[in-house]
């Protein structure tokens, strides 16, 4: 795909894989995987041997951002009303429904909790007003074709930003679980991959003169189980590490990509935790006086 900004492109076609390494950009997620896990990256980006994430989880929170974001795509939705999802009548309801998301009653409770928890909060629903949704955006980004897919994208003269929504469970009031959160899926590095890659293009095509830079990445977070939403925006630290991150994974692909996408296995030095060794200390002098 060419360098730059696409409202129409579908998310199917966004997240389609091309097989040609000339035409391939990466994604926030590949970044993510690539940084996690390189042979997993490998076996489901390159190799496609492996599937990518699936479940219900996952479905309820497309659901979710489909609600405010792409209402058009409700009806590629269905939802299953059995009590288990297998038997004759599971096995039926998947075949009359074939294409389709399949979600279950408490998995729909779970959404529509997300859904009504959002419309309740005066900072989420400020953000989502007047701003463009599910907008596409290609172009390089530290030598890397790379692509990004906005939920939420405002600009503007006076103030531009972009924003997420999350779902999650639990209090999402309490910024210490926000924040474990943040960390363990590396969401501050799609932050960080996503207001570099936007103020980059509105640099290079000479925007800025129209539009803000992008200073605020905001996430809505909605939980699923207790009817309570919050906002948060990534500070200049939350940005700043994330970018060490989008960065490192370039890097990482940028090797493995070199060496035709082979990883060869190395010998590691491996060592215990320092909290191990001072917490033995006490114990070995003691042996020595002995």
């Not at 950009?25 to 940084?35: A, I």
């Not at 896990?37 to 929170?61: C, M, R, S, W």
């Not at 463009?132 to 390089?140: A, G, R």
Request: charged share 30%.
């Amino acid at each position: 795909m060419k360098s730059g900004i696409y409202k129409k492109i579908s998310n199917e076609e966004y997240h389609r894989v091309s097989n040609s390494e000339n035409e391939r950009s990466y994604s926030s997620s590949q970044l993510k995987t690539m940084l996690q896990n390189p042979e997993a990256f490998i076996d489901q980006y390159i190799h496609k041997t492996v599937p990518g994430p699936t479940g219900e989880a996952l479905d309820i929170g497309n659901y979710y951002h489909a609600h405010f974001l792409e209402p058009h795509a409700l009806n590629e939705y269905a939802v299953f009303k059995g009590k288990q999802r297998r038997g004759i009548e599971w096995i039926n309801f998947k075949a009359e429904n074939e294409g389709k998301t399949i979600l279950t009653l408490k998995g729909l409770a779970e959404a529509n909790i997300c859904i009504k928890a959002t419309q309740a909060s005066p900072y989420a629903m400020d953000t989502l007003k007047g701003a463009m949704y599910e907008v596409s955006l290609y172009d390089i980004l530290e030598g890397l074709p790379c692509k990004v897919r906005f939920d939420i994208l405002f600009l503007s003269q006076k103030l531009s930003y972009i924003a997420d929504l999350k779902s999650t469970r639990g209090d999402v009031k309490d910024p210490k679980k926000i924040k474990k959160t943040i960390r363990e899926r590396d969401y501050d590095l799609s932050a960080a991959q996503y207001v570099d890659m936007m103020n980059n293009y509105l640099t290079r095509k000479n925007l800025l003169t129209k539009y803000a830079p992008i200073t605020q990445f905001r996430w809505p977070f909605a939980s699923k189980d207790q009817k309570i939403c919050r906002e948060y925006v990534a500070d200049k630290a939350m940005l700043e590490l994330g970018r060490y991150k989008y960065k490192r994974a370039i890097a990482l692909i940028k090797k493995h990509r070199a060496n035709n996408w082979t990883i060869k296995e190395e010998r590691t030095s491996i060592g215990p935790e320092g909290w191990e060794l001072q917490a033995w200390k006490p114990e070995v002098k003691k042996e020595k006086k002995k």
